[in-house]
């Protein structure tokens, strides 16, 4: 088994009476697709925050690659090699699509670079993508579907060893899912970025991720293949309601 | 057409530079103040337009470095020249000192701490006597040459620091700390995903637009040669400022510049006649410029300014 890139210890985030993320632990291996799945509320969306640092733990601690995250600054977490992307998008709306990647290198970078170096690099980035086109466009004339894939790629320049995609196939059609899921399985294979990518789509999550976490009210209901995974009656039931469990293909579809 | 638009800092830079054997006595004070003004607005840009955070009460600075260059020359004896560097770091160190803390406050508690912030330097000034000689004033040593070579001396003192401040802006912009201060006014939450230290880059940002503040400020003290609390510390200059920044254009290089000397002139010829209904004008230019420009002046001159983006933008409901 790969070695342990972050691990999860008895994570806890209160919110006065709610507790969002309750006594949590699991690892995430270097080099796999890690999917996490939970219906709304479940608290993916805080576990993302509190790996990124932008929330602070109750209780428990997070390592990653052996350090403790518990008492680290998001700048500083992000400089050890965490990317993220936002479920509500936060682009920075004031620079030019290059610009934005540029941030990305010039401060989540390990190595130090200028603004001239950034620039290049965000220019390579784009290129990757497909995106070169849009490197002068101001992010307030694209459309938001493109503010997606403008995360990705500002977390991208970052040049992360674990990158968090938060639901960035959200309102996508099944095409452009189809491209985005291509994109991640390329990153992972071709330069070794550990991923955890959280998703609605359950189908697209299946299909791309190596173990798939579930959540339910805070708690781990389930963890691994998406095998094993589809075939638990616990995440059946708590994802998709035992009512909509035959018809479960067609559901998904409805839904998005 | 387009040479101008290539050529027009270096026409305004002659201009500047000529001016004192153009024009004297009222005007050139007149020129002399808008060139201050200037310098402050583009010291509120630097906090306020690029950082994003809008520190109303910014003329802090202004009345720190007044006093800073005032007690170096009095009970220090200083000169002049090292005096207003010093009061320019004084306004720094002030600004490092108190960032920290005032700079964790967000949107209107911020406006509200940094307005606090000047009312207790305010105050404090007022009560550290054997310093400051409290409320009655203080007054400079007088510079010792001719009236008329006095008055081309502080304008040319005025116009260095305000040249010095654009310098720095399009320095900052262009570097690392630019695109910092950029992705933080946009949004802070990203900004720190992206590995930037908010905190940092938000005092760094502070600590430079307080060096320029309180270095207009130096000038200005020896410039009149006797200062007052209230004067230095006087929050409608702040208001003043900021409404110069929007005009011209927050977050751009040479937009409060602009927006300085315009208001300033326009103040000085138009309703300069009428100080009874003076605020009242003021209060009107601002919420004109935030209704109809609310990016300021230079688009106007920016690379989109066409006759049918002015139509379309007039169409919107803004010029």
Same mark, same amino acid.
């Given at each position: 088994m790969a070695a342990v890139i972050l691990k999860v210890g008895e994570a806890t985030k209160r919110y006065g009476g709610v507790v969002a993320v309750d006594n949590l632990s699991f690892e995430v291996y270097q080099g796999e697709i890690l999917g996490v799945i939970g219906p709304n509320g479940s608290g993916k969306s805080t576990l993302m925050n509190l790996i990124s640092g932008l929330t602070p733990l109750s209780a428990g601690d997070i390592w990653f690659t052996g350090i403790s995250l518990r008492k680290k600054k998001t700048h500083n977490i992000a400089r050890l090699g965490i990317a993220r992307t936002f479920q509500l998008l936060k682009p920075f709306k004031n620079m030019t699509v290059g610009e934005n990647v540029a941030t990305g290198a010039m401060f989540g970078h390990i190595h130090r670079m200028g603004s001239v170096e950034a620039l290049a690099r965000s220019e390579e980035i784009l290129a990757s993508l497909g &995106?070169?086109?849009?490197?002068? !466009?101001? !992010?307030?004339? &694209?459309a938001v579907a493109e503010w997606r894939r403008l995360e990705l790629a500002r977390a991208l320049a970052m040049d992360p060893k674990l990158l968090l995609l938060d639901e960035v196939m959200a309102g996508m059609v099944a095409s452009e899912v189809q491209a985005v899921v291509e994109t991640v399985k390329r990153l992972n294979r071709e330069h070794g970025v550990t991923i955890i990518v959280v998703e609605h789509i359950m189908r697209a999550v299946m299909s791309m991720a190596d173990r798939v976490l579930v959540l339910d009210r805070g708690k781990r209901l389930a963890l691994g293949t998406p095998a094993q995974v589809a075939r638990d009656p616990a995440v059946v039931s708590a994802y998709l309601g035992a009512n909509y469990a035959k018809s479960f293909p067609k559901q998904h579809e409805v839904e998005e | 057409m387009r040479r101008f638009k290539r050529y027009w800092p270096i026409f305004l830079l002659a201009v500047a530079l000529f001016l004192p054997a153009l024009v004297s006595g009222y005007w050139l004070r007149v020129f002399t103040s808008a060139l201050m003004f200037a310098v402050l607005a583009q010291g509120a840009n630097i906090i306020s337009g690029y950082a994003g955070c809008p520190a109303l009460g910014n003329i802090v600075f202004f009345g720190v470095g007044a006093y800073g260059a005032a007690v170096l020359m009095t009970a220090l004896k200083m000169p002049f020249l090292p005096a207003l560097l010093l009061s320019g770091l004084i306004g720094m160190a002030y600004a490092v000192l108190l960032g920290v803390p005032v700079l964790k406050t967000r949107g209107h508690y911020f406006v509200m701490a940094t307005i606090g912030l000047n009312d207790a330097t305010h105050e404090l000034v007022n009560n550290v006597d054997f310093l400051t000689q409290g409320s009655r004033g203080i007054a400079l040593p007088l510079p010792e040459t001719g009236k008329i070579e006095l008055l081309t001396f502080f304008y040319f003192v005025m116009l260095a620091i305000l040249l010095a401040t654009i310098f720095a802006t399009w320095l900052m912009a262009k570097s690392r700390m630019g695109y910092a201060l950029k992705a933080i006014k946009s949004d802070d939450e990203a900004a720190r995903a992206v590995g930037i230290n908010v905190t940092f880059y938000r005092v760094a940002a502070w600590a430079m637009s307080a060096f320029f503040t309180a270095m207009a400020g130096g000038a200005f003290a020896y410039w009149m040669t006797f200062i007052e609390p209230h004067v230095v510390f006087d929050i409608v200059m702040s208001v003043k400022m900021f409404i110069m920044m929007a005009l011209g254009g927050a977050g751009t290089i040479i937009g409060p510049t602009l927006g300085a000397i315009l208001l300033e002139l326009v103040s000085e010829t138009v309703w300069g006649g009428f100080p009874q209904v003076h605020y009242l004008v003021l209060g009107a230019v601002l919420v004109a410029v935030v209704v109809l420009l609310p990016e300021g002046m230079t688009l106007l001159f920016g690379k989109g300014a066409t006759l049918k983006t002015y139509r379309q933008r007039l169409k919107a409901g803004r010029l």
């Open positions: &995106l070169s086109h849009q490197a002068a !466009v101001p !992010v307030n004339k &694209l | -």
